[in-house]
């Protein structure tokens, strides 16, 4: 089956860390570009992070700039998002997608 | 960053209606390779988005031929001919031209 499972998520305090990860499984993941998708509670979606089919480019919206670091393991078949410095305003539901698969997404909560 | 500004609905919408959702980019999303990088996408209740449209017109496996996607280089227009029950939820437009892919905020379709 084609998808995308992210894992990682819950509770945790401003300026902590937190690492998310999704595995992917149904397709090739080497040969797509990954990006991570926020939407905080009630609002709409928000990109946050790309990283191309190889990683070897990666970009980020600026609030996260310095903060999240996006990475792949081809091997793996699997995204991560590491995210340092963690904010009030990072709290959200993180997606992952190819864009056309997504995953159902894990909650993050930054809060003390 | 390109700036994404959707229209709202006349909601609810009456059953077997035609409905069009409009989409505003800031910057033209036409690249020089001839494609327009502008996605649809349709988010049900409480569930992952999922992608109606790309490259402005053309749609994505397994969408029904009652949603095209039509525009110019900075205006669009997602038409639903036929609204259905299925069809109820958040519509979201996004640039694909530029890092960062950024999202309109949303259009609402409700049912009557």
């Known amino acids: 089956e084609v998808q995308l499972v992210e894992s990682g998520g819950g509770l945790v305090q401003p300026g902590r860390s937190m690492k998310l990860s999704c595995a992917a499984s149904?397709?090739?993941?080497?040969?797509?570009?990954m990006a991570w998708v926020r939407q905080a509670p009630k609002k709409g979606l928000e990109w946050v992070a790309y990283?191309?089919?190889?990683?070897?480019?990666?970009y980020y919206r600026d609030p996260v700039k310095g903060r999240f670091t996006i990475s792949r393991d081809n091997a793996k078949s699997t995204l991560y998002l590491q995210m340092d410095s963690l904010r009030s305003e990072d709290t959200a539901t993180y997606y992952c997608?190819?864009?056309?698969?997504w995953g159902q997404g894990v909650m993050v909560t930054v809060s003390s | 960053d390109i700036v994404m500004t959707q229209g709202a609905l006349p909601n609810p919408v009456p059953s077997g209606e035609s409905v069009s959702i409009t989409c505003r980019s800031s910057?033209?999303?036409?690249?020089?390779?001839?494609?327009?990088?502008l996605n649809w996408y349709l988010q049900r209740p409480g569930q992952s988005p999922q992608l109606l449209i790309y490259?402005?017109?053309t749609r994505a496996s397994g969408v029904s031929d009652r949603f095209s996607g039509s525009g110019s280089g900075t205006d669009f227009t997602l038409k639903i001919s036929g609204v259905e029950a299925e069809d109820v939820g958040v519509y979201y437009c996004?640039?694909?031209?530029?890092?960062?892919?950024?999202f309109g905020a949303g259009t609402k379709l409700e049912l009557k």
């Open positions: 997608t190819t864009l056309n698969l």
């Open positions: 149904g397709f090739t993941f080497s040969n797509y570009g």
């Open positions: 990283i191309s089919y190889d990683g070897g480019s990666t």
């Open positions: 910057k033209s999303l036409l690249y020089s390779d001839g494609k327009t990088y």
């Open positions: 490259w402005m017109s």
């Open positions: 996004q640039q694909g031209l530029e890092f960062p892919n950024t």
